[in-house]
């Protein structure tokens, strides 16, 4: 074996790697000393692009450069013995496209993560004889960039190393583009959530609105029409609501109707769900629930209303108390207008009864006079 670099004729001021100096096949050592002129070369002809040769011991965790170019070394102000960790310590993450079933995927490596996965990596680009990869690297400015690295592994058995012939490239605006894009449609989807939220649900109380009512009962209709199952309606109004605005003002007022829908919020349980119908007025869709459990769900909001104080925020010491009239799906009516309007009908008839209870209308009616 040669060990001497003035065989190899390596250009440059200074040879910055290990193999030419060490024990290695001339195989070896030939073709690194090969790929350091021609990388030499093309380093010098003002091209973009940034080489470089690496290389790692099969069973070592340590990298070195056998050639970096100059625009390398300044990218990373550093000297080049330093780079391989200077390099290290300012990735921010690592970023591979993948062509899968579903499309490209971008994984993205954090600089933890990928600390722990370095071998794993090492081991998987081996394999695959490639790497293409881009990262995300802070400056000493605290500057980011991005850095596109694309290489072909070679792998030397019985030296037991592998190099990586590579290139880099600059790709901060793209890369910029990509995220700002990125951003975009991430606000975007975020404003189509709102306003499609918005599109079914009350401003004030946060409840669904009727726009959601009439649609997702009609539904629920059909869908019990086929499969046979109940569903009952609760419909609530506030008993004398006026004075709270009377004495409170409007904005208070509000306030109130706001802290009522989190009580009934607080008491429902999915597939159940309120709705501000209008004004201080409520209905509670209840599917799967006979007008016996309904009567009992009723009765369950009356009581956590009687256990509340409202408005206390305000200093103020409120007690709601609330009229309810239920209709079944499908012994009182199998339609949407007539299950409302006997919701409605029950509960007007606690209103003239003397309010604060429960009622309902049909066969098999039951009422609270509590």
Not at 112 to 136: F, Q, T, W
Not at 141 to 153: G, M, R, Y
Not at 216 to 224: F, K, R, T
Not at 323 to 332: L, M
Request: hydrophobic share 35%.
């Amino acid at each position: 074996m040669r060990n001497d670099l003035k065989h190899f004729k390596i250009p440059g001021s200074k040879y910055c790697g290990l193999i030419l100096n060490g024990d290695y096949s001339d195989e070896l050592k030939t073709r690194v000393a090969d790929c350091i002129h021609r990388f030499h070369a093309f380093d010098q002809s003002g091209s973009p692009a940034i080489p470089y040769i690496s290389a790692w011991h099969e069973n070592e965790k340590i990298v070195w450069y056998e050639f970096a170019s100059k625009r390398f070394v300044e990218l990373l102000g550093c000297d080049v013995s330093e780079l391989p960790e200077s390099f290290r310590k300012r990735i921010i993450d690592r970023r591979e496209y993948k062509d899968l079933d579903r499309g490209i995927q971008q994984e993205v490596i954090s600089k933890k993560k990928l600390k722990d996965l370095r071998s794993d990596l090492r081991d998987e680009i081996k394999k695959k004889g490639v790497v293409e990869a881009v990262y995300k690297i802070v400056s000493e400015k605290e500057k980011t960039f991005w850095l596109k690295d694309q290489a072909t592994i070679e792998s030397y058995e019985g030296d037991g190393i592998n190099i990586s012939l590579g290139c880099l490239t600059i790709v901060t605006k793209e890369m910029e583009a990509e995220e700002h894009l990125k951003r975009t449609e991430g606000a975007l989807k975020k404003s189509e959530e709102k306003f499609r939220r918005q599109a079914i649900h009350d401003n004030l109380t946060g409840l669904y609105n009727t726009r959601y009512l009439y649609k997702a009962l009609s539904e629920l209709i059909s869908e019990c029409s086929e499969t046979g199952l109940p569903f009952s309606l609760i419909f609530m109004d506030i008993d004398d609501f006026k004075n709270v605005v009377d004495t409170y003002g409007h904005l208070s007022a509000s306030q109130a109707l706001q802290e009522l829908a989190a009580t009934i919020r607080s008491t429902l349980h999915e597939p159940a769900y309120g709705v501000a119908y209008g004004g201080d007025e409520f209905v509670v869709v209840l599917p799967g629930f006979s007008k016996l459990k309904a009567f009992d769900m009723a009765e369950c909001i009356r009581s956590r209303m009687k256990e509340t104080v409202y408005l206390s925020k305000i200093g103020a010491h409120v007690k709601l108390r609330a009229s309810f009239g239920i209709s079944s799906f499908p012994d009182d009516a199998t339609g949407l207008s007539e299950l409302l309007s006997l919701a409605d009908e029950a509960m007007f008839n606690v209103k003239e009864r003397g309010k604060d209870s429960v009622s309902s209308i049909g066969r098999d009616a039951i009422d609270s006079l509590a």
